[in-house]
């Protein structure tokens, strides 16, 4: 850096910086924004602009077709009709997605931690048996997952054995079999953020919760869960999200009286062909699930996950 010598009285000889060129600062003050030009255009273009045609198409007047075109007549009754037609299954989906995400906490959390604390030099083979079933399709865990629970399954033979179900009793077609497929499927999206999270933890803190006299169950209240929170706020937010979106496990899964929201949205695109009731429906469970997740975070109190 150039420097400028000048000379006081009685101090003697000082240098003090020269003023840096207004032109190379300039131009470093705009590297930032280009750093982030392809990530905003690509926002642009895949995620505003989808979401501002969804948010046109809930007002078009629902007497209209893909073929001959729908008007924009500014129909808000899209909306209440939607609402007013489907409150069980939005009501359903919730329930559903909350109750899955509840059980892929209290099974993800113990594992997370074994593979983080206790994993030793078996984590990285822990780690990719718990993402494993990413490297199949979706759709083919879903349907060997209705094997499973078919009423010819093992399964269902085992529990009739046990005389826990009767010779008419079944799983397949029900609401558990629909939150054991959504638990299933999304149980990694809950296991790699507190893994992520656990992982960071110190042992030494572990360590002097024990010196001060501090049991497991105090130790684990005290210090673990609570340093670990980052990673159950984002392992429910990944899990509850998709979750409730979900339609393929209540399709193979369930029956009509499972029908999840995502099932009645995939239906009136592809089937009914009533896009503006479809496309409320879709915006109504964005914009819901959208306030939660600010209501959860919220209260959560944690600023790593936002």
Same mark, same amino acid.
């Given at each position: 850096?150039?420097? =400028?010598?000048? +000379?006081?009285?009685?101090?003697?000889?000082?240098?003090? /910086?020269?003023?840096? %060129?207004?032109?190379?600062?300039?131009?470093?003050?705009?590297? /930032?924004?280009?750093?982030?030009?392809?990530?905003?255009?690509?926002?642009? *273009?895949? #995620?505003?602009?989808?979401?501002?045609?969804?948010?046109?198409?809930?007002?078009?007047?629902?007497?209209?077709?893909?073929? @001959?075109?729908?008007?924009?007549?500014?129909?808000?009754?899209?909306?209440?009709?939607?609402?007013?037609?489907?409150?069980? @299954? #939005?009501?359903?989906?919730?329930?559903?997605?909350?109750?899955?995400? =509840?059980?892929?906490?209290?099974?993800?959390?113990?594992?997370?931690?074994?593979?983080?604390?206790?994993?030793?030099?078996?984590?990285?083979?822990?780690?990719?048996?718990?993402?494993?079933? #990413?490297?199949?399709?979706?759709?083919?865990?879903?349907?060997?997952?209705?094997?499973?629970?078919?009423?010819?399954? #093992?399964?269902?033979?085992?529990?009739?054995?046990?005389?826990?179900?009767?010779?008419?009793?079944?799983?397949?077609?029900?609401?558990?079999?629909?939150?054991?497929?959504?638990?299933?499927?999304?149980?990694?999206?809950?296991?790699? %953020?507190?893994?992520?999270?656990?992982?960071?933890?110190? %042992?030494?803190?572990?360590?002097?919760?024990?010196?001060?006299?501090?049991?497991?169950?105090?130790?684990?209240?005290?210090?673990?869960?609570?340093?670990?929170?980052?990673?159950?706020?984002?392992?429910? *937010?990944?899990?509850?999200?998709?979750?409730?979106?979900?339609?393929?496990?209540?399709?193979?899964?369930?029956?009509?009286?499972? +029908?999840?929201?995502?099932?009645?949205? @995939?239906?009136?695109?592809?089937?009914?062909?009533?896009? /503006?009731?479809?496309?409320?429906?879709?915006?109504?469970?964005?914009?819901?699930?959208?306030?939660?997740?600010?209501?959860?975070?919220?209260?959560?109190?944690?600023?790593?996950?936002?």
């Amino acid at each position: 850096m150039s420097a =400028v010598l000048t +000379t006081g009285t009685g101090t003697g000889t000082e240098y003090e /910086p020269a003023a840096e %060129p207004v032109a190379g600062a300039k131009r470093r003050a705009w590297v /930032p924004y280009v750093q982030l030009l392809p990530g905003g255009v690509w926002l642009l *273009l895949f #995620f505003a602009l989808p979401v501002g045609l969804l948010a046109q198409s809930t007002l078009w007047d629902p007497s209209g077709s893909l073929e @001959q075109g729908y008007a924009l007549t500014w129909r808000w009754q899209n909306f209440t009709d939607g609402l007013s037609t489907y409150s069980d @299954q #939005f009501i359903r989906s919730l329930e559903y997605s909350l109750i899955a995400t =509840v059980i892929c906490l209290v099974i993800g959390y113990p594992l997370a931690y074994a593979i983080a604390i206790k994993g030793g030099r078996w984590k990285n083979l822990m780690l990719i048996a718990v993402i494993a079933p #990413f490297f199949t399709s979706f759709l083919v865990r879903t349907l060997a997952w209705k094997t499973i629970l078919s009423d010819s399954g #093992f399964v269902v033979d085992a529990l009739r054995w046990l005389h826990v179900f009767g010779p008419d009793d079944r799983l397949l077609a029900t609401n558990i079999a629909v939150i054991a497929g959504i638990t299933y499927n999304f149980l990694p999206f809950m296991v790699l %953020p507190l893994y992520a999270s656990l992982e960071k933890l110190d %042992p030494r803190l572990l360590e002097a919760a024990g010196d001060l006299y501090a049991n497991p169950v105090k130790t684990f209240w005290k210090v673990t869960l609570p340093l670990s929170m980052p990673g159950v706020v984002g392992g429910t *937010l990944m899990t509850f999200i998709p979750a409730a979106g979900d339609y393929i496990n209540a399709e193979l899964l369930g029956s009509p009286s499972t +029908t999840m929201i995502g099932n009645v949205i @995939q239906s009136q695109y592809q089937r009914v062909g009533d896009i /503006p009731v479809g496309a409320a429906l879709s915006f109504t469970l964005m914009a819901g699930i959208l306030i939660m997740v600010f209501a959860y975070v919220r209260k959560a109190g944690t600023d790593e996950v936002v």
